[in-house]
């Protein structure tokens, strides 16, 4: 068996470890990300219902429900609902915006993966109130939401706010595939240097930035390194012009962002030199230049490179990075096969937990991806 089908069997033998009577939990292990997580269930998920195993089947059904029994009472998709460990505090986080648009791509994932429509209906106003509270994100009325600072994924590293390329990436795709086409393409026509707000696609530089905001007589709020997941979900998902989609993925290879695997978190690393940075940041975990957030190798990003790819049709250079995720993902600081958080951007030796779910359920999105030469659920 070659590496990328024993790498398909040990992940979902990962994902099936994450699964609770309340859904996906992050990681794998009792020392882990025990809770359920908007964003890390829904991207484990998206890619691990294209497996048809009904364990799966029942634990995305399960975190649907869990996220969609705790969203506020304005629409809010809760970012962590942690009240399964006894040794913490139960609590119900909020404070992001990338989880509304995670739920609803992954309400449109099980609804394809499963031929069904019963949850569509059953969590029909949880969906209108998710993507109402979004459209009350969007105080400049340009059709655009804005965020604060630390308010997706990227928790605590690097400053990303206002228009943020992350959250129109996924805004985008959960309009397009619920049908809702004149504020999609809306959305694409401006991310892609066609409206008011400050150009989102650098020329010069060949990718989307990670955030625009206000322009003040010329000098413009925004941030200047690569964003390797806002730039490949912007691809994935089509919010990308096919040139300017081209131009991504030729900046990927030529400052090997994808090295030694897919795929780097930023580029370049910031240091505290950088006109980017924030006092805090030494604080945090990515304090270090090539770990973490900054800069470091995340597997879950590289699911996303090998469908943005696909998307580009470019199935061949898909299938090699296909390859060299599944070696990542085999890495393991004990064992093989520990589908590891993180990996260090310069030496690709693993680190973070282990047995994260979306290191597994993204390495399934881009297995099916190329087997299919489409993007799962979202063409």
Same mark, same amino acid.
């Given at each position: ?115 069904? =429509? ?16 979004? /459209? ?62 400050? /150009? ?17 007589? =010329? ?75 900054? =800069? ?56 973070? =937990? ?26």
């Amino acid at each position: 068996m070659d590496v990328i089908e024993r790498a398909r069997l040990e992940a979902v033998k990962t994902i099936l470890k994450c699964t609770t009577s309340n859904g996906l939990f992050a990681s794998g292990t009792s020392k882990g990300y025990t809770s359920v997580w908007a964003r890390d269930s829904m991207i484990s998920l998206i890619g691990a219902c294209n497996e048809k195993d009904s364990a799966i089947k029942k634990a995305f059904a399960e975190t649907l429900e869990t996220l969609a029994k705790h969203q506020s009472i304005h629409g809010q998709i809760p970012n962590c609902v942690d009240l399964f460990d006894p040794r913490r505090i139960p609590q119900v986080t909020f404070a992001t915006l990338d989880s509304n648009a995670w739920f609803l791509l992954g309400e449109i994932a099980f609804s394809k993966a499963y031929k069904t =429509g019963a949850l569509l209906k059953k969590h029909k106003k949880n969906i209108e109130r998710a993507f109402q509270w979004l /459209d009350f994100q969007d105080a400049g009325e340009d059709g655009l939401p804005e965020q604060q600072p630390t308010s997706d994924w990227q928790d605590a590293f690097p400053h990303n706010y206002g228009h943020v390329l992350n959250t129109q990436a996924l805004y985008f795709g959960a309009l397009k595939n619920f049908g809702k086409t004149k504020k999609a393409e809306k959305v694409k026509k401006i991310v892609n240097n066609g409206g008011r707000i400050p /150009d989102f696609f650098d020329h010069h530089k060949g990718f989307y930035l990670p955030y625009v905001w206000k322009d003040h007589a =010329g000098i413009i709020e925004r941030g200047y390194w690569f964003d390797s997941l806002a730039n490949c979900l912007a691809i994935a998902f089509g919010l990308a012009e096919s040139p300017h989609a081209e131009r991504v993925l030729e900046h990927i290879e030529k400052f090997k962002i994808n090295r030694p695997f897919p795929l780097k978190s930023i580029f370049p690393a910031l240091t505290p030199k950088s006109e980017f940075w924030h006092s805090y940041f030494s604080k945090c975990d990515a304090r270090e230049p090539l770990h973490y957030l900054n =800069g470091g190798i995340w597997p879950m990003i590289g699911g996303f490179y090998v469908a943005a790819l696909v998307r580009q049709k470019k199935f061949s250079k898909a299938k090699k990075q296909l390859e060299r995720l599944a070696l990542a993902n085999k890495q393991g600081k004990e064992t093989q096969w520990e589908f590891n958080e993180w990996l260090d951007g310069k030496t690709g030796k693993p680190k973070g =937990g282990v047995y994260q779910a979306w290191s597994a359920g993204s390495y399934l999105f881009a297995y099916h991806c190329v087997k299919k030469k489409k993007v799962a659920w979202f063409e």
